[in-house]
């Protein structure tokens, strides 16, 4: 079995206790616990409609705004864009598609400008999640850029990280070139006062997550 969970997303730092937007992750029921999945590039787009849209009448009415990460296999795949657009045209929520880092052999950069630039013509919001890190490095994002809303950068990425001034430097770094571009700049991994601390030298942050603002849980009770 397989579902989604709700990390809840702050507009800021010093937000109060209602989330402003919501990532969805997906979970795995393996002996008898919910895990993250044995292979995140499984499930079909009607598997994943279907979830999306559970997970959507889940929502509090107070949000605006919902996230999910697509797998390459996914963002490339014509009928994922056709997918999302239709649940886009069901609902006043916006659709965010979050692009993964994970490389995929198969997939070469080209194409996967080529998928962003269809999602964008298709008025769907795409941000480049985990920036920096596995294939979403400097050359990737920068093709990708003129079709994305946003740029999510992963505090956990760099853990353990060498010093608060390293990761200062990476998170003002991505920062900048957001600014520079015109793009929302986000954050992810919040788990410490540590980190909260450093985020507050970054200007611009547009949402934050992360354990320290709140765990990922179930979106409805057919899920505990």
Known sequence: MITFYGQPKFANIDSDDTASGYELLIRQHIDGRWLLPEDFTALPPDQFEYLLRKALIAMPPTITRVSFNLERVHFVNP??????????????????????ERYDPNIDNLTIVHAAEAFF??????????????????????????????????????????????????????????????????????ESLDDVENMQRIPGCSDIQGYYFGQPVPLSTEDL
């Open 121 to 190: 013509k298709a008025g769907i919001e795409v941000v480049i999640d985990d920036v920096g890190s596995g294939n979403n490095l400097p050359g990737l994002v920068e093709a990708l850029t003129p079709y994305v809303v946003g740029y999510k950068f992963g505090i956990q990425n760099l853990r353990p990280y060498a010093t608060d001034e390293d990761l200062h430097d990476r998170l003002n770094f991505w920062a900048q070139q957001a600014e520079l571009r015109h793009k929302r700049f986000e954050i992810s991994g919040v």
């Open 79 to 100: 009928e994922f864009l056709d997918m999302v657009r239709r649940v886009q045209n069901d609902t006043d929520v916006i659709l965010t598609v979050e692009l993964t």
